[in-house]
């Protein structure tokens, strides 16, 4: 079983607007924005053997605010601009109540019988506490860039930014490799 990091797109690999309290996400690909700073981290996690899959909430294309055509052309910006294996998407509104929907864990699930992954020997990147809910959920690390959307509840790690990020996936993978099974 191969072991992966989980990146959320939205204000980790892409810029997102701040309006209040919330994070809007972008809905042309003229206003999405790659986020540069993530290319060296990702290479790093890459060069290093990690399965690398963003994944991210959508609800924008069932809500009609993003259509499909968009979605795929911020996609093929991502993996133009990083070194990612998959990219999974979930497109519903909160009253859907799928179980892909993060703070669900649906789309790692699926991630880990898609591409064969020890999901207790994965990673879970983002800046939002429902990520570092559904890690807590299917068994991986989370590691959060801090921000106003961490929330109260469980965290592995918070740190200032994503070097600092792959440096700890990199110390605590070499630590856990170490341990007696």
């Known amino acids: 079983m191969k072991p992966a990091i989980f990146i959320e797109r939205d204000a980790v690999l892409n810029h997102v607007t701040i309006q209040g309290k919330h994070q809007i996400s972008p809905l042309t690909l003229e206003d999405f924005k790659v986020n540069v700073d993530a290319v060296g981290p990702l290479k790093k996690l890459k060069a290093a053997g990690f399965v690398l899959i963003a994944t991210s909430n959508q609800p924008g294309l069932s809500r009609g605010h993003l ?19 998959d990219i999974l998407i979930c497109p519903h509104d909160e009253s859907d109540h799928c179980t892909c929907r993060k703070p669900r864990p649906g789309l790692f699930v699926e991630a880990g019988f898609k591409w064969h992954l020890g999901l207790e020997h994965s990673y879970i990147v983002s800046n939002r506490w429902q990520d570092a809910e559904a890690a807590r959920v299917v068994g991986c690390i989370s590691l959060l860039l801090n ?3 961490i929330g109260p509840g469980h965290h592995d790690y918070v740190l200032p930014d994503l070097d600092t ?9 070499r630590t856990r490799q170490c341990q007696p099974a």
């Open 147 to 149: 921000s106003p959307w």
């Open 67 to 85: 259509s499909r055509r968009e979605l795929d052309r911020m996609n093929a910006l991502l993996r133009l601009s990083f070194p990612l294996d």
């Open 165 to 173: 990020i792959a440096d700890k996936i990199l110390e605590v993978s």
